[in-house]
T-cell receptor, first 120, second 111 residues
Framework: GAVVSQHPSWVICKSGTSVKIECRSL??????MFWYRQFPKQSLMLMAT?????????EQGVEKDKFLINHASLTLSTLTVTSAHPEDSSFYIC????????????????FGDGTRLSIL | DAKTTQPPSMDCAEGRAANLPCNHS???????VYWYRQIHSQGPQYIIH???NNETNEMASLIITEDRKSSTLILPHATLRDTAVYYC????????????FGQGTELSVKP
């Protein structure tokens, strides 16, 4: 159980285009989803947290107009990189967490396999 | 936010137990300790988590000290496929319970 599917797994596109990445929880309802970015030989960096039906909360330094996040259902969140440029090339990873009966509780996050984005 | 400190790298012989330490001296009383691992070019994989008591599952055991200022992840019989970066994370209770990743420990299991 607790499978998170991310699509596409890799994408190459021209500078200036927008790219949409999908993140789906396949066998549980994800009340909270998270988007991370990882550059080569570095750790994961949290970009934003989104709760179903609410606006995403972005980490400091992450441009919300550049990285559009939609979490319209309990099983789907999307990240759109708008007007992508070569410096946006990175490994983007989503994660999802189900509801907890104890406030924030202790439900673990489950991660997708990531999307490798290359902007030419 | 409680921060964690892990050694940057460790080696382990195949078939032996791998003991990965983590310090989290500023942890609050109701914050959980989570362990994940990331194999190259994949998303992180959940391993185990705990609050106060030691925990065990099919993947690993988690030993948390009584004062909760440190913990150890134990892989009882390491295999070559356990080679990965292991992250010890104290989950932030507010702000959606987000996980902030540190640099982790790069575990190399050698034949």
């Amino acid at each position: 159980g607790a499978v998170v599917s991310q699509h596409p797994s890799w994408v190459i596109c021209k500078s200036g285009t927008s790219v949409k990445i999908e993140c789906r929880s396949l066998d549980f309802q994800a009340t909270t989803m998270f988007w991370y970015r990882q550059f080569p030989k570095q750790s994961l960096m949290l970009m934003a947290t989104s709760n179903e039906g609410s606006k995403a909360t972005y980490e400091q330094g992450v441009e919300k107009d550049k990285f559009l996040i939609n979490h319209a259902s309990l099983t789907l969140s999307t990240l759109t990189v708008t007007s992508a440029h070569p410096e946006d090339s990175s490994f983007y990873i989503c994660s999802a967490r189900g509801p907890s009966s104890q406030g924030q509780g202790n439900q673990p996050q489950h991660f997708g396999d990531g999307t490798r984005l290359s902007i030419l | 936010d409680a921060k964690t400190t892990q050694p940057p790298s460790m080696d382990c012989a195949e078939g032996r137990a791998a003991n990965l330490p983590c310090n989290h001296s500023t942890i609050s009383g109701n914050e959980y300790v989570y362990w994940y691992r990331q194999i190259h070019s994949q998303g992180p994989q959940y391993i185990i988590h705990g609050l106060k008591n030691n925990e065990t599952n099919e993947m690993a055991s988690l030993i948390i000290t009584e004062d909760r200022k440190s913990s150890t992840l134990i892989l009882p019989h390491a295999t070559l496929r356990d080679t990965a970066v292991y992250y010890c994370i104290v989950r932030v209770n507010n702000q959606g319970g987000k996980l902030i990743f540190g640099q982790g420990t790069e575990l190399s299991v050698k034949p």
